[in-house]
């Protein structure tokens, strides 16, 4: 093809025959089987069999456009197409003549209308016919020849699937699977083509996540015996919750074991994951190991360093905290401990896993609300320790599907009990209208003694946080609040001055954080009371909870004030939703389904692959079949070593290259 076409392919990732036949349609249009006009869906396309009653003459529209409307029928209704610019498509309908229509019928009930429908004369069989994800100047059509081309061409596609599979699960081989999802001779051998290259795709993941861990073959470094966790429990001034005690029990089983344990403990925001892992670190110091915490951001590693040392340093357990605005000899000194063994817990953001920090005998590490503890931090981490035990905690409910993809087969333990004496917080969705009203409130709370927590508007463009957060102090915060002492938080501030402000906070000096970046997850202040989230159409709901979870910690009813000045219906539906519930569950499962799994974390957050076909949220029973099979085969082929295996190990390669260069 030419250098112009070749561009527009290079946009939807295609540069090769290869990755060209990886462009799979997103569906097909069936002439074979029209719906009655009547009839037709509103939200999906559909073929319609439809005569021509009119033509009309092109009328000029803006922009130097001409539309052409056609007007038809069948038995059951009348139907008026619109086509743009399309002279030679409107030749060819022929007045009396009928046609096969395919595209999205909309309009009222009385004046259903299709804009620029592909369309057949009646009584033609045609082929299905693929669409292709679109991009500017590359039609459809010019994908699916291209593709044709490519199909006719290539000669001998490799087979990656061992053929044991291709039987159990009766999938056609991959050249057989290419040909049928370019070229379907019928819908329902699409279906068993994308069923296959699902499979593949899934199952080529699955590998790569259980290669990484290795699990199926290491045992751990850190070998432990099983003892006793009472002395901690007994140290602590209130009672474990049952959720608690399980997950502790799961965890000290799972590092008394043979292998590394690979532990995901979720727990929705206040649900006391710290208290879990602390636990795990008693156990672990108990039998002569060091453990590692690590936190996204300096505030919470600091915050986690002062309750984590208040829990265990009584219990003759050493904390260290070590993160960059640690320096000079403090940092030589905290260096030293921890080679020497003196402390038993290094409390940090991951940046620890990159500096040169020699542990006297790490066992055990856990990661507090990262969800990208991908393939690089697996291999800094391997580089301080040998397979130490793994604990990753998180308050966004990931989904068993997601779980299982990004972070192989890993165990889950569940906190699904709050600690006693929680009320759920009152949430409020209000327009900006109200935001005056709203102040009220704030200042009836302030003078009660509570505290409370604005997130800024998003920044716009050309704007910094700086000015943002400032400017909204002072003129809508301040203003609206005599009186009152408000703090700023913002992205420019210096890692100690960020700590500051919210040692201040903490401490009851500020009765207003204004904060840009959103609100440090995880920070625990019990006489905050309400939290005010401006701009909140611009979150997932997910991240509102998240938000939502900063407050109601203390004995205080709590409030979450969602501000939004653009509320169409859906934004109203989606903030109606949450304030609803407080179930983080729904929450995210409500998230996935409306804005799918791409947006879940943010973009690419999860530090997956990017998959070409499977939807992790539709395709759960291919993956758990892809993951078992997975399993088996590293089991047989422990290293994917054996010759047989050679295309595998290099398109699980290839997927996780194509992954972390684009991390
Ligand atoms: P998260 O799961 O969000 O990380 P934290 O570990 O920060 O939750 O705990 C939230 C708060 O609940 C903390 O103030 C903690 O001291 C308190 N907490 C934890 N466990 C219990 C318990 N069993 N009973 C009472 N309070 C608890
Ligand atoms: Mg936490």
Redesign the pocket.
Known sequence: MGPQRAARFARLGVETVGQLLCLYPRGYIDYSSPVPVAAAPFDAPCTVQAQVLAKSAPVRISGGRKMFKVACADDTASLALTFFNSPYAVDKLEVAKEYLFYGKVGGGFSAREMVAPSFLPAGTSAPLTPIYPLTEGLSSTVVAGCAKAALQQVEDIPEPLPDALLEKYRMPGRAESLRMIHAPASLDEAGQARRRLIFEELFTLQLGMLLMRGREVAETGAPMRPVPVDAFERS?P????GA?RRSIAEITADMAGKSPMNRLLQ?????????VAAAGVYFAAQNGYQSVLMAPTEILARQHAD?LSAHLEPLGIGVVLLTGSVKGKARTAALAAIASGEVQLVVGTHAVLSEPVAFHNLGLAVT?EQHRFGVRQRGLLAAKAVRPHLLV?S?TPIPRTLALLMFGDLDISI?DEL???RQPVKTYAVTGAKRRDMYGFLQKQIAAGRQVYIVCPLIEEGESDLQAAITYADEVARPLLPGARVGVMHGRLKAADKAEVMRAFKAGELDVLVSTTVIEV?V?V?NATVMVVEDAERYGLSALHQLR?RVG?GAAESFCILLTDHATDAVRERLRFLCKTNDGFAVAKYDLDTRGPGDFFGSRQHGLPTLRIADLAADTRVLKAAQAEAVALLRADPGLKAPAHALLAEAVAALFEQSTSMN
Do not use: I
């Not at 209130?238 to 919750?241: R, V």
């Open positions: 602590l209130f009672p474990l919750t608690q727990g929705d925001v206040g649900s006391g994951k710290t208290l309750t507090d905690m308050a906190l600690p006693p004496g995880g625990d019990p979870g910690r």
